[in-house]
């Protein structure tokens, strides 16, 4: 569900922007008095984790469509609400400006679509359909009901920003009937991946249900000890998803893609030719080292292939698994960044922070 900037109109780019930025300010505002040193490398980790998940379209049976993991639930409820959107919004940025994948213009909206729901909506209701004694099957239920209305309300994001900057070629009523079924089947692949995460955290460390910033820190030398098994298997994850799994992603459109398909002819729109579109276009353009997630030479092959095969008669079906060095090396690049993106920005809430408030952790702990 990564918007491209042909989507939407620099006014409501711009806005989406200024949301996302004041909800980042927020967020900020709110972490920096309870971060603690435990919270700064499971941030890193689980950003990297959820970097490297959402490199993986899977399959969505009988609609000829896929989906990647959104990782919004995921980070909230082993983050807490304020630390997790901080780590999406890093997520989203690195993919944007390093692989462009997003457009710059459009990740305010990206940000929001993504992050806001899981993060500030739906992680209250995860919370209280768990209750105080999680069991396998309140976890499961509420994985999968806050991922499909976290992702439902995203899809809605995504048809309402077109319709606000005046896409005459998405029609509001088609546009979101095609976006809402689509992701519905996204919704529950995600809340299926949420549910397993968190089950395996609850039967390793279950006090990790319950964000570090919302329990009383213990001693940090101890705290951090605690975590290591828990960041070593993400860390490990994320490692092989990046380098090996990102292999076998789904080569079907993403529900996106399809929706838009489905509505125009076409998987992309095209973007006005003058103006901040082809100023930021240039800018990516710079920026991203390994667009979609490959060499640049590879990229640039694979994008004349699929051109030349788009006007056959009947093109031959791609072979799958798609062995890819670039790819691997996309999936460690990527997922490093983020992880020392988000370890910086927990490192520098944690050294703002204010005498009293390092007074006040060290009472509480």
């Known amino acids: 569900m990564h918007m491209a900037d042909a989507l939407i109109s620099p006014q409501v780019g711009g806005t989406m922007w200024v949301a996302s930025l004041g909800l980042a300010a927020y967020s900020a505002h709110r972490l920096k008095p309870e971060m603690s040193e435990r919270n700064i490398p499971l941030m890193g980790v689980m950003g990297a984790f959820v970097f490297a998940a959402q490199m993986i379209n899977v399959t969505i049976p009988g609609t000829g469509s896929s989906g990647h993991l959104g990782g919004g639930m995921i980070l909230t409820i082993l983050l807490g609400p304020h ?37 500030f909506v739906f992680y209250p209701l995860f919370k209280k359909i768990i209750g105080k004694s999680p069991t396998h099957g309140r976890i499961l239920t509420a994985s999968i009901v806050s991922g499909v209305l976290s992702l439902q309300l995203g899809a809605f994001g995504v048809v309402l920003q077109t319709l606000l900057s005046g896409i005459s070629e998405l029609p509001f009523g088609t546009f979101l009937l095609l976006m809402l079924p689509i ?36 001693s940090e030398p101890e705290s951090t000890t605690s975590l290591k098994p828990i960041l070593t298997t993400f860390a490990i994850v994320a490692l092989a998803v990046g380098i090996f799994l990102s292999w076998f992603a789904s080569t079907q459109p993403d529900g996106l893609e399809w929706a838009l398909f489905r509505t125009t002819g076409k998987e992309e729109l095209e973007a006005p030719a003058d103006g901040v579109h082809t100023k930021l276009a240039k800018l990516q353009e710079k920026t991203s080292f390994m667009p979609d997630y490959d060499f640049p030479e590879a990229a640039a092959i694979q994008e004349l292939e699929a051109e030349e095969q788009a006007t056959e008669t009947e093109a031959e079906a791609e072979i799958w698994p798609a062995i890819n060095t670039g790819t691997s090396v996309a ?35």
Request: contains cysteine.
């Open 183 to 218: 992701h519905l089947g996204v919704g529950i692949i995600e809340g299926l991946v949420t549910a397993a995460v968190v089950s395996f955290v609850w039967r390793a460390q279950p006090e990790l249900l319950k964000p570090p910033t919302e329990s009383k820190p213990e």
């Open 331 to 365: 999936g460690v690049i990527g997922g490093g960044i983020v992880l020392a993106l988000a370890v910086l920005i927990g490192t520098l809430l944690r050294l703002l922070q204010r005498p009293q408030d390092i007074a006040a952790s060290h009472d509480a702990a």
């Open 83 to 119: 630390a997790a959107f901080l780590v999406m919004f890093s997520i989203l940025a690195v993919q944007a400006l390093f692989f462009a994948d997003g457009g710059l213009l459009a990740l305010g909206c990206n940000v929001f679509n993504l992050g806001f729901w899981p993060c």
